[in-house]
């Protein structure tokens, strides 16, 4: 006889299902020892009968929430196959949703090797600030090398209102100034993929709640 349950009661009792079943699993006994002139066994203390009994009867009752907790998964795993969110980034299955969700959290079997995204985003923040510093760096010895110059041509004392000279210190300063070469305007790419990935993962997290709240399965 088949039964129907919303996605999130299946993943409560999934979740209490392996509590019960690691917890049996620990306390079953199913092999103890005897000696032929006693009528209990070592380590239960209990007769023969009533050992077999106990045994049986805790394999049959694991075997039976293993079944029980698969047929569950099941019915989860096919639903979230299925099952369609949307998000302002486009539609996702369930299972899609949930796999994207772990991978951009490093939640998945890659951990934080498949937070591309993450990934990206921290390569350009670096890059950026060490190419800023160089640019900054370079510059200011620059600018110290020109006014070396400035002071050659004038010398430290002295006034002059003839401006061509320093001339070409300024076409000096000019051709070895140190710039960005910023082709993609990577402060504003950074920003529309911090935005992208916040927006997203706070839609998955609110999309996947509402699809188990709402989702039925049948457990057969």
Partial sequence: MSEKMLVTQALDERDLLVKKITDKIEKASF??????????????????????????????????????????????????????????????????????????????????????????????????????????????????????????????????KDDKPLGVVDAYVKENTTELMDPLDIKKKIETLEEKTNTLLKELDTQIKVSNATTLIEIV
Wanted: charged residues 30%; proline residues 1%.
């Fill in 31 to 160: 092999v103890d020892t005897i000696k032929p002139n006693e009528d209990k066994v070592y380590s239960k203390r209990i007769t023969r009968d009533e050992y077999t009994r106990e045994a049986e009867s805790a394999y049959q009752q694991i075997v039976d929430l293993i079944d029980r907790y698969q047929k569950i998964d099941s019915a989860i795993v096919a639903s979230n196959a299925k099952t369609e969110i949307t998000t302002s980034y486009g539609k996702f299955t369930v299972a899609g949703a949930i796999a994207l969700r772990s991978r951009m959290r490093s939640q998945g079997s890659y951990g934080m090797d498949a937070d591309f995204e993450g990934l990206l985003v921290g390569k350009m923040k670096n890059e950026y600030n060490e190419r800023v510093r160089t640019c900054d760096l370079k510059n200011g010895q620059l600018q110290n090398t020109a006014e070396s110059m400035r002071l050659s041509i004038l010398g430290k004392d002295t006034k002059t």
